[in-house]
């Protein structure tokens, strides 16, 4: 992987940047008095707050969406964007302020407060799946290795090592502060590029006579089915432990909606710039690698300064993911199996001594994950396919279906749809074609786990509620 040619003064920026969050994290932590200071602070975020960390907690595939925007164009835009504002929407009408008035923790306690224990413990496991920062380390040792000429190792170990620094001290006070100078940083650092882009090569007559007329389609070169599966991709979002913990942080029923309202008009703003910026780097530099399309053609058409904040923009994005699913599955850890499974009597100091070892555990999985695969995308698609398999029809039947619901059907469901989008996403992997997976009947793995996890919620929770 080639390094990027930086200044003294771009570095510098980048330097001062890590040494801003590093201070945070470790002054933070005076504010720090309970265990609904570490895990929510303290049901008191206001407006603003909340925007910031949920806008800049949800967009660090930043890299991802380059790749796809290169080599696809305009279908990243309605496939990580478009379906996404949907979900957005329902999430913000009907659900975010049920959450907030539920008081309670995390997904896996909606879950016991619609079935029982047992549909939290195994939903806490998948949960722990969904919120795990691997994608995001990946994209970081990316990055790191553009920036500083290191091998991917060491970027993913250092970023890794930052994050969990002032998530430790902080919990998710930590995590919301840093998140607050983040989201100023990436909102500028997305901003900056397309101007220069248009001033060096031209506005949409440069694009279409450098890029395949596919590219300007929303469909792409995609099927039918392929567009689709991100659609249900989508409802990842009705499932999210980040966007449940920031509800049930909220400072009142008001702003919950209200925030996440707002954060779609900045997402959309985010997914215009990325995709054209990813269109851009494939018209003027067709042979770059597509996952690091986004920052190399950056630092081609920045100027000195401008090209050192748009890399600590591009690096507060990633870490600013990376810092809130990391304390999202150690709280899974502390909170939904050693606090209600293990020692239910346990004392908030015990609780948070786990959460701070659920931290460090969360973060070497990580770790391993990221070294074992190679594109972020494919890892989205991975995880989101299990998750969203297994937990969004228990979850959707808890909060919209007025009658008995029992527990053994939440199992039978999270089971059965879980392990046949496994099934489904081995059969693709052992029978590639031309480095594309070949499913099943043809049919994407996402299609048959929400069916099978729907029609086996039905059936037996007909049976075991008559």
Same mark, same amino acid.
């Given at each position: 992987?080639?390094?990027?040619?930086?200044?003294?003064?771009d570095?510098g920026?980048?330097?001062?940047?890590?040494i801003?969050?590093?201070?945070?994290?470790?002054?933070?932590?005076r504010?720090?008095?309970?265990i609904?200071?570490?895990?929510? %602070?303290?049901?008191?975020?206001?407006l603003p707050?909340?925007?910031?960390?949920?806008?800049s907690t949800w967009?660090?595939?930043?890299?991802?969406?380059?790749?796809?925007s290169?080599?696809?164009g305009?279908?990243?835009?309605l496939?990580q964007?478009?379906?996404?504002y949907?979900?957005y929407?329902?999430?913000?009408f009907?659900?975010?302020?049920r959450?907030?008035r539920?008081g309670l923790f995390?997904?896996?306690?909606?879950?016991?407060?619609?079935?029982d224990?047992?549909?939290?413990?195994?939903g806490?496991?998948f949960?722990?799946?969904?919120v795990?920062?691997?994608?995001?380390?990946?994209s970081?040792?990316?990055?790191?290795?553009l920036?500083?000429?290191?091998?991917?190792?060491?970027?993913?170990?250092l970023g890794?090592?930052v994050?969990?620094?002032?998530t430790?001290?902080?919990?998710f006070?930590?995590?919301?502060?840093?998140d607050?100078?983040?989201f100023?940083l990436?909102?500028?650092?997305?901003?900056?590029?397309?101007?220069? %882009?248009?001033?060096?090569?031209?506005?949409?007559?440069?694009?279409?006579?450098?890029?395949p007329?596919t590219?300007?389609t929303l469909?792409?070169?995609?099927?039918?089915?392929?567009?689709?599966?991100w659609?249900f991709i989508?409802?990842?979002?009705? !499932?999210?432990?980040?966007?449940?913990?920031?509800?049930?942080?909220?400072?009142?029923d008001?702003?919950?909606?209200?925030?996440?309202?707002?954060?779609?008009?900045?997402?959309?703003?985010f997914?215009v710039?990325?995709?054209?910026t990813?269109?851009?780097?494939?018209?003027?530099?067709?042979?770059?690698?597509?996952?690091?399309a986004?920052?190399v053609?950056? %630092?081609?058409?920045?100027?000195?300064?401008l090209?050192?904040?748009?890399?600590?923009?591009?690096?507060?994005?990633?870490?600013s993911?990376?810092d809130?699913?990391?304390?999202?599955?150690?709280?899974?850890?502390?909170?939904d199996?050693?606090?209600?499974?293990?020692?239910?009597?346990?004392?908030?100091?015990?609780?948070?001594?786990?959460?701070k070892?659920?931290? !460090?555990?969360?973060?070497?999985?990580?770790?391993?994950?990221?070294?074992?695969?190679?594109?972020?995308?494919?890892?989205?698609?991975?995880?989101?396919?299990?998750?969203?398999?297994?937990?969004?029809?228990?979850?959707?039947?808890?909060?919209?279906?007025k009658?008995?619901?029992?527990?053994?059907?939440?199992?039978a469901?999270?089971?059965?749809?879980?392990?046949?989008?496994i099934?489904w996403?081995?059969?693709?992997w052992?029978?590639?074609?031309?480095g594309?997976?070949?499913?099943l009947?043809?049919?994407?793995?996402?299609?048959p786990?929400?069916?099978?996890?729907?029609?086996?919620?039905?059936?037996?929770?007909?049976w075991?509620?008559?």
């Open positions: 992987m080639e390094t990027l040619s930086l200044s003294s003064v570095y920026i980048i330097v001062v940047y890590f801003l969050i590093i201070i945070i994290g470790y002054v933070v932590k504010r720090v008095r309970n609904t200071d570490y895990f929510l %602070a303290g049901r008191r975020l206001t707050i909340f925007v910031a960390t949920l806008v967009y660090g595939g930043i890299l991802g969406v380059g790749e796809l290169f080599n696809y305009m279908v990243n835009w496939t964007g478009f379906f996404w949907l979900s929407l329902f999430f913000a009907f659900l975010a302020n959450i907030r539920s995390t997904v896996p306690d909606q879950l016991e407060r619609f079935y224990k047992r549909a939290r413990l195994l806490a496991f949960n722990f799946i969904m795990t920062p691997a994608p995001y380390v990946l970081l040792g990316v990055i790191f290795s920036i500083f000429g290191w091998p991917a190792w060491a970027g993913i170990l890794t090592l994050a969990v620094f002032y430790l001290r902080g919990g006070l930590g995590v919301i502060y840093t607050f100078i983040q100023f990436m909102v500028t650092g997305v901003a900056l590029v397309i101007p220069f %882009a248009v001033s060096k090569f031209g506005g949409i007559s440069f694009l279409k006579a450098n890029l007329a590219h300007f469909t792409g070169e995609w099927t039918t089915q392929m567009i689709l599966v659609g989508a409802f990842w979002t009705l !499932v999210d432990p980040s966007f449940y913990q920031r509800c049930y942080a909220a400072k009142d008001k702003v919950p909606k209200r925030g996440i309202l707002l954060a779609i008009v900045f997402w959309g703003l997914d710039c990325t995709t054209f990813g269109m851009y780097a494939r018209a003027a530099m067709p042979t770059i690698d597509p996952l690091t986004y920052p053609f950056a %630092a081609a058409v920045l100027p000195i300064v090209k050192g904040l748009f890399f600590a923009g591009l690096i507060a994005t990633v870490m993911t990376i809130s699913f990391t304390f999202l599955g150690a709280m899974n850890i502390a909170h199996y050693y606090k209600r499974i293990i020692n239910p009597k346990a004392s908030e100091k015990s609780v948070m001594r786990v959460t070892v659920g931290i !460090v555990m969360t973060a070497l999985l990580a770790l391993v994950l990221a070294f074992f695969f190679e594109s972020v995308v494919s890892m989205w698609y991975t995880i989101g396919t299990i998750g969203i398999s297994a937990l969004l029809i228990p979850m959707l039947a808890g909060f919209f279906y009658g008995k619901k029992s527990g053994d059907a939440a199992l469901s999270m089971v059965t749809g879980s392990l046949t989008a099934v996403l081995a059969y693709g052992v029978n590639m074609v031309e594309w997976p070949t499913y009947l043809g049919l994407e793995p996402l299609y786990g929400l069916a099978v996890s729907l029609v086996v919620f039905v059936v037996v929770n007909a075991r509620t008559r």
